[in-house]
């Protein structure tokens, strides 16, 4: 009887992977909010999302080499359609980890996720570091996060589908 018990409970994590059921990536609040500071001073280490596990996406979408793109289990959105939809809608999920990041150097950083786990990661993170949810909002579907005498907004879009981490000054 132990046994069976015991190969059970050793089949549940394989299960998990099997339905797509991956852990969440970590990733610091703290890190991306100093990454965006950072690239404001134009001294961006360059390996913050490969730490992760994230790999760098190639693409024609970006042409002038001002994006970077970075994903973790997404693929491309077959339906993405570049004059009617934002740029984020490139991607599509794999599974309940996926996540991508769309780099901008010269402004804002922009974390795409599809899992509210990873909402609430990210909104408690922004939370314990200060930032308070604003009452003006930019638009019904974007929630405001800033904090005293931070130079970076972090805003919050949500979709029916997926979220938008954006931070920006």
């Known amino acids: 009887m132990r046994k069976i ?3 059970v409970l050793l089949s549940i994590p394989l299960c998990l992977r099997a339905q797509g059921n991956l852990p969440l990536l970590q990733m610091p609040v703290l890190e991306l909010l100093q990454y965006q500071v950072q690239k404001g001073k134009r001294a961006v ?5 490969s730490k992760y596990g994230l790999r760098r996406i190639p693409t024609e979408f970006v042409v002038d080499g001002s994006r970077q793109l970075w994903g ?5 959105n077959t339906d993405f359609d570049q004059s009617k939809q934002p740029f984020y809608r490139l991607f599509a999920k794999k599974d309940n980890s996926s996540l991508a990041i769309i780099d901008d150097r010269g402004g804002t950083l922009q974390i795409v996720f599809w899992n509210k786990g990873y909402y609430r990661a990210f909104v408690s993170g922004l939370q314990s570091h200060g ?3 604003q009452q ?3 638009a019904n579907n974007v929630l ?3 904090r005293e005498g931070s130079s970076v907004i972090a805003d919050v879009t949500v979709w029916a589908d997926m979220y938008v981490l954006e931070l920006h000054s």
């Open 72 to 76: 973790w289990h997404v693929s491309p």
């Open 5 to 7: 018990i015991f190969s």
């Open 136 to 138: 003006v909002r930019p």
């Open 144 to 146: 405001r996060f800033q």
């Open 45 to 49: 280490a360059p390996c913050l999302f």
């Open 131 to 133: 930032y308070q949810l």
